[in-house]
Nanobody
Framework: QVQVVESGGGLVQARGSLRLSCTTSGLTFMSYTMGWFRQSPGKEREGVSCITVNSANIYYADSVKGRFTGSRDNAKNTVYLQMNSLKPEDTAMYYC??????????????????WGRGTQVTVST
């Protein structure tokens, strides 16, 4: 059974930082591009960062470029999202995802094979 589990969300003040982690089990981690998505009420789920298997290619949404950093540790089956200079508009539920076609087919929800349950990030003013 595949499990994708996020951690590290919480409440932070604007301009603060958070680091999200995501661990997986039950899948061949090295076979999947890993991604971070977010969704806030009334909005579509959007791709924030997608990291290819060997980390050679990393996608970032325009809204987070220069502030967020995606990374992965294949030895630990874990992917990270370091979020700096957080803004209130970054408030959302953040989801970790695995997809064999992620990045090549776009960092989009339709290319995801497995989803985590999400971790809430709230940025206060």
């Amino acid at each position: 059974q595949v499990q994708v589990v996020e951690s590290g969300g919480g409440l932070v003040q604007a301009r603060g930082s958070l680091r999200l982690s995501c661990t997986t089990s039950g899948l061949t981690f090295m076979s999947y591009t890993m991604g971070w998505f977010r969704q806030s009420p009334g909005k579509e789920r959007e791709g924030v960062s997608c990291i290819t298997v060997n980390s050679a290619n990393i996608y970032y949404a325009d809204s987070v470029k220069g502030r967020f950093t995606g990374s992965r540790d294949n030895a630990k089956n874990t992917v990270y999202l370091q979020m700096n200079s957080l803004k209130p508009e970054d408030t959302a539920m953040y989801y970790c995802a695995a997809g064999s076609a992620l990045y090549n087919a776009g960092c989009t929800a339709t290319s995801v094979n497995y989803w985590g349950r999400g971790t809430q990030v709230t940025v206060s003013t």
